[in-house]
């Protein structure tokens, strides 16, 4: 396989630092490269962002070469993405697929104004998006027994829960950690899907009610609800004797 | 005794100037945690906070379950395969070439 010469590959992969550590850091790969997008504007191009505009290039130019370099450095970060949006990892894949061939076939549309990776991630999440309503619809939970509860009063009625477990401890936590992956997904998919593009990929509500077509309200409304239903379906793994 | 005490702080909530009562707390916390309230809304939740035990553990437990769900995802990356299928790959780079 042509990778394009080892040096453009390693300018490449300096680039964007490396590919492998961006895996690991997947999940906030992305959030990354739109804060170093704000703070781009207005000053002089570095080393990094100079080759990042030369790969573009050379995808508008239909470099086969360019477009290897650019799928080994971003489907990783690309499956992650789709992968917590449909959940399923066949469709997240076809999801990666059809984003790839997107960025190349739309590459033209790309103005540099935001950088490479915010791009395509917003590609990836349109994919999962559409993959998602193409989905047959399951049975989902209901909320309202979830949501926050009021007395008579308009005074919250709210149990005393015994906190031991700090999110760390959680997270380190096989079986917990299990268990709130779950309960994420268990959310009905109006709900989590929200929670997921706001919360965990760090979209803005506006730039979320712009990938549902949906009203700022309304995206803020079912961000509260997925996550004070989350927050309660929560509550047992936050004491130690559950 | 705790019926009555209940009964009595509704009706500060709801009757005292600057209180709100936690239904009205409860429209505010997005915009609170966006940082996105006006100052005086602000001074006004953050009064009800001080004063009402059921929404200051509701608050807490509500951004603890945020930063839980954002650090939740950490831990399936890592168990995931770092690299993608390299089927995949091929696929991809298969499809692009027939859309020449
Ligand atoms: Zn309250």
Known sequence: ?242 | MAAIIRSLRSGCYQNLPGMITCVEFEDFILDYLEGSLPKRQRIIFEIHLAVCRECRDYLTAYKKTIELGKRIFEGTNASVPESVPEDLIAAVLAARSSAE
């Open chain 1, 1 to 242: 396989m042509n990778l394009g010469g080892p040096i453009d590959k390693l300018r490449f992969l300096s680039a964007r630092s490396s590919s492998r550590i961006r895996s690991c850091e997947e999940r906030n790969g992305y959030r990354k490269s739109q804060l170093i997008e704000r703070k781009l504007v207005g000053r002089a191009l570095e080393p990094s962002e100079k080759s990042e505009q030369e790969l573009v290039q050379r995808l508008k130019d239909k470099d086969p070469a360019a477009f290897e370099i650019f799928v080994r450095a971003h489907a990783g970060s690309m499956l992650a993405v789709a992968r917590r949006i449909v959940r399923d990892e066949t469709i997240a894949e076809d999801c990666v697929q059809e984003a790839l061939l997107s960025v190349y076939r739309n590459i033209e549309k790309f103005e540099g104004r935001s950088a490479l990776g915010s791009w395509v991630h917003q590609i990836t999440v349109n994919a999962a998006l559409n993959q998602l309503k193409k989905q047959k619809g399951r049975k989902e939970l209901s909320l309202d027994p979830l949501l926050p509860m009021f007395d008579d009063g308009s005074l919250r009625v709210e149990p005393r829960v015994q906190v031991d477990q700090t999110p760390e401890d959680i997270v380190g936590n096989e079986k917990l950690r299990k268990y709130v992956l779950e309960q994420i997904e268990s959310l009905p998919d109006p709900f989590r899907v929200v929670l997921i593009l706001r919360d965990i990929e760090g979209f803005s509500t506006s730039e979320v009610a712009d990938f549902l077509g949906d009203t700022v309200a309304a995206i803020k409304t079912r961000l509260h609800r997925a996550r004070s239903a989350l927050k309660k379906l929560l509550e047992p793994i936050w004491s130690e004797d559950r």
